[in-house]
């Protein structure tokens, strides 16, 4: 069971580069989620979705783009790429009590960290 | 959703007890408190969640008054690798999202 995996784990970018990364789960998860946590900062919610073909902005979405066409995966992409994004970006997924999880224990995958020159 | 306020960091040393106090004075009434643990270079771990009164699992306690605009999270004789971030959420069961504050940072000295 490998939970949410993340890809690449390092990535560099010019800017002005376009690139997506890739976030999948394995747990049959309803809910999936993109962070960013800048150095010494909380996370902050970028975009959610709440099941397949549903997705929605959180509180930093402006420069990211996502899309929910299969349960298990939810790419985000960055459709221009600006040194404020250098960051690290965490997804996470969350199923239903129904399935032995309180709906508010999220599961993290390890972070991708991005650096925009 | 509630907004929550803890303290920037702590300090601490091997073997003691460990509380963190979170506030959260305009919590709903359908709101869970629930807090996260991030090591350095992970993702947020889930630790544990209440609503009313105390919850204490293998990992920690949370005590909860009754009045609820706060919550203390105990982390009972600590070591090094409790070193990490601890984050404080209110969180509604019609919520589709978690929003995640700035965090306690704890420091456990040997």
């Known amino acids: 069971n490998a939970g949410v995996t993340q890809t690449p784990k390092f990535q560099v970018l010019k800017t002005g580069q376009s690139m997506t990364l890739q976030c999948a789960q394995d747990?049959?998860?309803?809910?999936m989620s993109w962070y960013r946590q800048d150095p010494g900062m909380g996370l902050r919610l970028i975009h959610y979705?709440?099941?397949?073909?549903?997705?929605d902005q959180g509180e930093v979405p402006n420069g990211y783009n996502v899309s929910r066409s299969t349960t298990e995966d939810f790419p985000l992409r960055l459709l221009s790429a600006a040194p404020s994004q250098t960051s690290v970006y965490f997804c996470?997924?969350?199923?239903?009590?129904?399935?032995?999880?309180?709906?508010?224990?999220?599961?993290f995958g390890q972070g991708t960290r991005l650096t925009v020159v | 959703l509630a907004k929550t306020t803890q303290p920037i960091s702590m300090d601490s040393y091997e073997g003691q007890e460990v509380n963190i106090t979170c506030s959260h004075n305009?919590?709903?009434?359908?709101?869970?408190i629930t807090w996260y643990q991030q090591f350095p270079s992970q993702g947020p771990r889930f630790i544990i969640q209440?609503?009313?009164t105390k919850v204490t699992n293998e990992v920690a306690s949370l005590f909860i008054p009754a009045d609820r605009k706060s919550s203390t999270l105990s982390l009972p004789r600590v070591s090094l690798s409790d070193t990490a971030v601890y984050y404080c959420l209110c969180w509604k069961d019609s919520s589709y999202k978690l929003i995640f504050g700035s965090g306690t940072r704890l420091l456990v000295r040997p």
């Open positions: 996470a997924s969350r199923g239903n009590r129904d399935r032995g999880h309180m709906k508010t224990e999220a599961f």
């Open positions: 747990m049959n998860h309803e809910y």
């Open positions: 979705s709440v099941g397949a073909g549903i997705t």
């Open positions: 305009n919590i709903a009434t359908n709101d869970y």
């Open positions: 209440g609503y009313k």
